[in-house]
Every structure is written in C-alpha cells, then in structure tokens.
C-alpha cells in the first residue's frame, strides 16, 4: 500500500498539476468514443498501452475479457455495453485479449479451479470458446492449444456482443465499429483480427485498422489463426 500512496501524491503533485484544465473538463462529464474491453490480468495497463488520456476509454474489465450473451447473465457486463452504447454513444468497441492468459488456461483445465468454484461458474460464458477448439484445434496441446483458445475466445466474445440489441441496432446504421485485439505482453506487440485474411495482424502505424462488423466465415477463421507456437503471431 505504500507504493500506491506514494503514487498518489506523485499525481497530485504533478500529473494533476500538469493537466488541470483537462481533470476540470473532465468533472463536467464524459465524452469517450471507445469501450474497451479486456482482461483483469494486472499486466494490461491499457493508458499505458495505447497512450490515452483520461476520458479517452470507457472500460470493462473481468476475468478472460468475457461477454455473456444478451440475458445469460444479470452481471454488470450488460449494463456497462448498454450504458457506453445508449448514454455514451462510443463509436468503437475492442475486445481485446492477451498472452498468457490464466482464465484461457483455467478454461482448457478445468480440474486446476476445484478450489476457485465461482472463477469456474463465470468460465461458463467462455463455453463457445472451448467447445470451438477442442473441436478444431485436437491435435494442439500446451502454449498452442492455449494460443488458439485465446484468439477464439477473442471472435466469440465479438459474437456474443452481436446478440445486444443496441450493438446490433448501431451496428446495422452504421454507426458502431468492432474491433479484436491481442496483446502479446512478452514483446509489447498488438495484433488486430483481419477478417479479410482470417487471421490476426500486427497493427503497424497506418491509419485504417481492420473492423470486426461483418462475422468472419467460420472455416476461414479457424484455418487460418497463424497458429505457430507464438502468443499472436499470425502466419
């Protein structure tokens, strides 16, 4: 706790000192254009990751980035969509996910959660996930089978955010982009699922990113995920 003490009187000190007029805008209300969300892992620190300011993402963090379908779950991840989408009007929404993921690995190990019964329960709405890879990853195992676990999960979860029916009304005028990320936290790349090539990408300096708003084909995406052994490399 120290640590973070001193942290806060370093913000107050300085970040807050620096960016007074901004914190004071921001008292007045929210205006972010992006919802993002990710896992709780403590490695992701997505200001940091993306360079954002304050105001510039409404986040939704939980364990394996997870989005229960529209009315499978009376947790506050429904609540969070609809709020960024109704009261918010973000125009972006990003699943991202990352490396090393431990609810991936709780979600291919079920046996290893006898003592965690409520992280299993919530590994429930990642079902479609494991389903999709035992019955087309069989013949993966370890790093791999986890590898593809994680950049499935990312596609389900942008499927289960289609069954909104705010997502789906914004998205059918146009007026919402989905996007599907991967963090590799080993070397600090991100890579963007491509439906026009089925696999994910690195994101590179260019301007236009790849967009999520069509559903891939499933037999194009799960051929082609660039399965190599690495945390999100594609091919």
């Given at each position: 706790?120290?640590?973070?003490?001193?942290?806060?009187?370093?913000?107050?000190?300085?970040?807050?000192?620096?960016?007074?007029?901004?914190?004071?805008?921001?008292?007045?209300?929210?205006?972010?254009?992006?919802?993002?969300?990710t896992c709780s892992d403590s490695r992701i620190a997505p200001d940091l990751l993306m360079q954002t300011q304050p105001g510039d993402l409404f986040v939704l963090r939980n364990a394996g980035n997870l989005i229960p379908p529209y009315g499978a779950a009376n947790?506050?991840?429904?609540?969070?969509?609809?709020?960024?989408?109704?009261?918010?009007s973000v125009t972006h929404v990003l699943v991202m996910g990352h490396s090393h993921c431990g609810a991936m690995k709780g979600l291919l190990q079920p046996e290893s959660l006898t003592d965690m019964p409520l992280v299993g329960d919530w590994l429930k709405h990642a079902e479609a996930t494991r389903h999709v890879v035992d019955e087309?990853?069989?013949?993966?195992?370890?790093?791999d089978l986890l590898n593809a676990a994680i950049k499935e999960n990312v596609l389900?979860?942008?499927?289960?955010?289609?069954?909104?029916?705010?997502?789906?009304?914004?998205?059918?005028?146009?007026?919402?982009?989905?996007?599907?990320?991967?963090?590799?936290?080993?070397?600090g790349q991100i890579l963007a699922y491509d439906p026009e090539v089925s696999h994910f990408v690195p994101i590179t300096s260019r301007l236009s990113l790849p967009t999520m708003n069509a559903r891939p084909m499933a037999t194009a995406r799960l051929s082609r995920l660039g399965l190599n052994g690495h945390a999100a490399h594609g091919d």
């Open positions: 706790m120290e640590k973070l003490v001193r942290g806060i009187h370093h913000f107050q000190a300085t970040a807050f000192s620096a960016h007074r007029e901004l914190f004071e805008s921001l008292s007045l209300g929210q205006r972010p254009d992006t919802l993002l969300i947790g506050g991840e429904g609540a969070t969509i609809e709020y960024a989408i109704s009261a918010l087309c990853y069989p013949e993966l195992e370890g790093k389900v979860q942008l499927d289960n955010l289609r069954t909104y029916p705010k997502v789906a009304a914004r998205l059918a005028k146009g007026e919402l982009t989905m996007h599907g990320w991967i963090y590799e936290i080993e070397s």
